[in-house]
């Protein structure tokens, strides 16, 4: 403050001169640049000092991340809902972020079906409660924004979209939770399986971990030509389920394998072919929602012409 006086003077002389009137604009934007220029001349040397600052007013992200229980939202904003693109891209993100434990749940369930292993049983556990209660805030939140009335037409049909992938990301949570009880069926009932049986198994499992591995990649990116190969996969599982289905009872009729098997290890299967149901659901939801978008598009384009 104690500068101004000085400051205007040499604002003055180094602007045009004339009547006020016709200078003043000149000696404004004269006023702002040497101002900014003065501060950004100032502050380059003490950076780093800046960035401490900085670092300590405002936790680090990974930090914080890790200190929140996995079942609060890390992405979702209700301050940005009357921004309906904004909002709808943090929702995805809180969306792919469900998926990714949705694919924890996978190896989990897996490891708990094909080696007995406890400690995965009570992982899949743990996981099944936090995915249900972000898919219940994920849909809130996107219930909320439609109630904004701000959203277009094609945001709209986008919503209603993740609304329904949500509710898929939570199924495949439930199959895996499923297969889990047959684990633990499996570990009770002292139940075992060929050697052939449990490969079968294997080879089910891992395409399935990969169609989701694709799904997550689908939502992330939301790359099309993925989209298109989950779609694609979702053939190869059912495929799979009728093929796996059929040479087990062909070893039931050897004799190689015991009928009280039969339940856990179809119904597995099933719950398999369920979550490669979900993933291809998904990944058409990403294609009719980019379809729509296109033809509003062309309706638009249409209009305009007109």
């Known amino acids: 403050m104690w500068f101004v006086p000085l400051y205007a003077k040499f604002i003055q ?8 009137i016709e200078v003043i604009s000149r000696q404004i934007a004269n006023a702002h640049t040497f101002f900014n220029i003065t501060n950004t001349i100032i502050w380059l040397p003490l950076i780093p000092l800046m ?34 693109e904004a909002a709808i891209r943090l ?14 749940m996978a190896g989990h369930a897996k490891k708990a079906f094909l080696r ?31 109630k904004t009335g701000k959203l277009t037409q094609g945001q709209s049909q986008r919503v209603a979209g993740m609304i329904r992938a949500a509710s898929d990301i939570e199924r495949i949570g439930d199959q895996y939770t ?60 059912e495929d799979l389920e009728r093929r796996l289905s059929r040479k087990h009872m062909e070893r039931l009729n050897l004799g190689s ?14 719950d398999l ?17 980019k379809d729509s978008v296109i033809k509003m598009e062309k309706i638009d384009q249409r209009m305009n012409e007109a």
């Open 178 to 237: 499923s297969i889990t009880n047959f684990a633990k069926l499996k570990r009770e009932k002292e139940y075992t399986f060929t050697e052939e049986a449990m490969g079968e198994l294997e080879e089910g499992f891992n395409h399935v971990q990969e169609m989701l591995r694709l799904t997550i990649r689908t939502l992330h990116d939301s790359d099309l030509e993925t989209a298109r190969q989950v779609v694609h996969q979702q053939e190869s599982v």
């Open 273 to 289: 072919e369920c979550i490669g149901e979900y993933c291809s659901d998904i990944a058409e939801m990403l294609l009719n929602e």
């Open 116 to 146: 007995g292993d406890t400690d995965a049983i009570g992982a899949v556990d743990s996981l099944e409660d936090v995915v249900d209660i972000l898919q219940d805030s994920i849909t809130n939140y996107l219930s909320s924004l439609c």
């Open 13 to 20: 002389f180094i602007s045009p001169k004339g009547p006020e």
């Open 51 to 84: 960035v401490k600052i900085v670092m300590k007013l405002i936790p680090d992200g990974k930090q914080q991340a890790a200190e929140q229980p996995l079942y609060q939202t890390r992405f979702l904003d209700t301050n940005v809902l009357k921004q309906p």
């Open 91 to 104: 929702a995805m993100l809180e969306l792919t972020r469900i998926t990714e434990y949705v694919t924890e």
């Open 257 to 270: 394998c015991s009928p009280e098997n039969t339940v856990a290890f179809t119904d597995v299967l099933h």
